[in-house]
């Protein structure tokens, strides 16, 4: 069964903290991806890898870094938490179609 | 721009009745196609997708889509809603190697 796990279901920071969002893969996807969800909005594109160390912006990557060390490993890190940046984080990995890990929950306070 | 629309932002139907949301696309070739559900707090997962050939696909959980190349559209459908498919579903396209998603569609099940 295809799998892809992200590290947290719950998290809460304080503004400033430096948070890292860690998501793996056991399909050997090539691409990766992370999104942020919120009401209203829909599934917004943060950042996505095509390959190990390789990294592309999306939509909204203001805030956010990433990094791809092993394919199977693909890490958000938002280097200064701010509120606004409260949401749910999907991580998702694919060949022809995505496949989602399960969200994280993240409040900043 | 690549694009995804889902005209219905909330349908609510009766539990047994028939269902059909509503998904169209904007691309130049025929994309790669999916629907995907999500329940409250979760992820996404797959219900079906459509890559080429035959243009009804079967998915999962009783659903059906159909491709139709003339109406760049690629509608859901099942027969009878159960109160287990009330959730949120998101219509997506895959171009290259990167997925555009519509705004989904929020499906609320009456007893």
């Known amino acids: 069964d295809v799998k892809v796990t992200q590290s947290s279901r719950y998290l809460v920071k304080r503004t400033g903290e430096k948070v890292f969002l860690e998501c793996v893969q056991d399909?050997?996807?090539?691409?990766m991806f992370w999104y942020r969800q919120d009401p209203g909005l829909g599934l917004r594109l943060i950042y996505f890898?095509?390959?190990?160390?390789?990294?592309e912006k999306g939509d909204i990557p203001e805030g956010y870094s990433v990094s791809r060390e092993k394919k199977e490993r693909f890490s958000l890190i938002l280097e200064s938490a701010s509120t606004n940046q409260t949401s749910m984080y999907l991580c998702?990995?694919?060949?022809?179609?995505?496949?989602f890990g399960q969200g994280t929950r993240l409040t900043v306070v | 721009a690549q694009s995804v629309t889902q005209p219905d932002i909330h349908i609510t139907v009766s539990e047994g009745a028939s269902l059909e949301l509503r998904c169209n696309y904007s691309?130049?070739?025929?994309?790669?196609l999916f629907w995907y559900v999500q329940s409250p707090g979760q992820g996404l997962q797959l219900l079906l997708k459509?890559?080429?050939?035959?243009?009804l696909v079967q998915g999962i959980k009783g659903f059906e889509a159909e491709f139709k190349r003339s109406q760049s559209s690629f509608n859901l459908r099942k027969p009878s809603v159960h109160w287990s498919d009330a959730a949120e579903y998101f219509c997506?396209?895959?171009?290259?190697?990167?997925?555009?998603f519509g705004p989904g569609t929020r499906l609320s099940v009456l007893p």
């Open positions: 998702a990995s694919s060949r022809l179609e995505a496949f």
């Open positions: 399909m050997d996807h090539e691409n």
């Open positions: 890898s095509y390959d190990v160390k390789m990294k």
């Open positions: 691309y130049g070739a025929t994309p790669y």
């Open positions: 459509y890559f080429s050939g035959d243009t």
């Open positions: 997506a396209v895959n171009y290259g190697q990167n997925f555009v």
